[in-house]
């Protein structure tokens, strides 16, 4: 859905009554049309405040209908052609306007979460540590694709792993703690412990940390 949606972006319309660049805006909940609705997330609207459709709109339903109102030019995301549509107040759609660009960096972020996991099944035999972690410091990613890439830390078994989850504050305490405990397995299958010290991945068997010289 996201995919169908950034194609849209980077369109470009200009407003035929004042030449303003259109903005991007989220689509109202109703379409006060032909109820059908619009189509689309996504209509492109001048917000123009000196345009002369919103300017002279004002007086014109005022005579015209009896109330407060103007017109701003809008277009449907996909189409090629506007028309006028009827807003109560200036602030209309000033507050619904899209981040274009966090949308595109929310899309890229989205790919890599799919592609992550289409690598679980056989990370462990190819010996690729990069689905699970790019799952697990992807907070944005969903908790059981993060759930299911812990599960396989341990299987995998590769001490590479530690630095960036150590130095990640995972924000679910849950799967922080799922992950602290598949590291303990990982330094205990590899006889390897952490330096209480430092931090650093040394021996078992070590007496003195060979990176901080402490005595453990």
């Known amino acids: 859905m996201l995919n169908a949606c950034i194609a849209h972006l980077d369109e470009k319309h200009t407003c035929p009554h004042c030449q303003t660049l259109l903005t991007c805006c989220n689509t109202p909940p109703i379409h006060v049309g032909d109820g059908l609705g619009w189509g689309t997330e996504y209509i492109y609207i001048c917000l123009n405040d000196e345009c002369p459709l919103f300017v002279n709109g004002w007086k014109f339903i005022e005579e015209q209908y009896g109330h407060s109102g103007s017109y701003r030019y809008m277009i449907v995301a996909g189409e090629k052609s506007g028309s006028a549509m009827m807003v109560g107040s200036p602030e209309a759609?000033?507050?619904?306007?899209?981040?274009?660009?966090?949308?595109?960096?929310?899309?890229?972020?989205?790919?890599?979460?799919?592609?992550?996991?289409?690598?679980?099944?056989?990370?462990?035999?190819?010996?690729?540590?990069?689905?699970?972690?790019?799952?697990?410091?992807?907070?944005?990613?969903?908790?059981?694709?993060?759930?299911?890439?812990?599960?396989?830390?341990?299987?995998?078994?590769d001490l590479a792993c530690i630095d960036p989850l150590r130095n990640h504050k995972i924000a679910n305490e849950g799967l922080q703690a799922a992950v602290n405990l598949a590291i303990g397995q990982i330094l205990k299958a590899n006889f390897k412990k952490e330096c209480p010290y430092c931090a650093e991945v040394i021996k078992a068997q070590t007496k003195v940390c060979m990176h901080c010289s402490k005595d453990l």
Do not use: W
Request: proline content about 2%; glycine content about 4%.
């Open 93 to 157: 759609f000033k507050g619904c306007t899209v981040d274009v660009e966090s949308l595109k960096l929310q899309n890229k972020r989205y790919a890599r979460e799919k592609e992550a996991m289409a690598q679980l099944d056989t990370c462990v035999a190819d010996k690729n540590l990069e689905p699970l972690l790019t799952l697990l410091l992807d907070e944005g990613a969903h908790i059981d694709s993060r759930t299911k890439a812990c599960g396989l830390l341990a299987e995998l078994s």
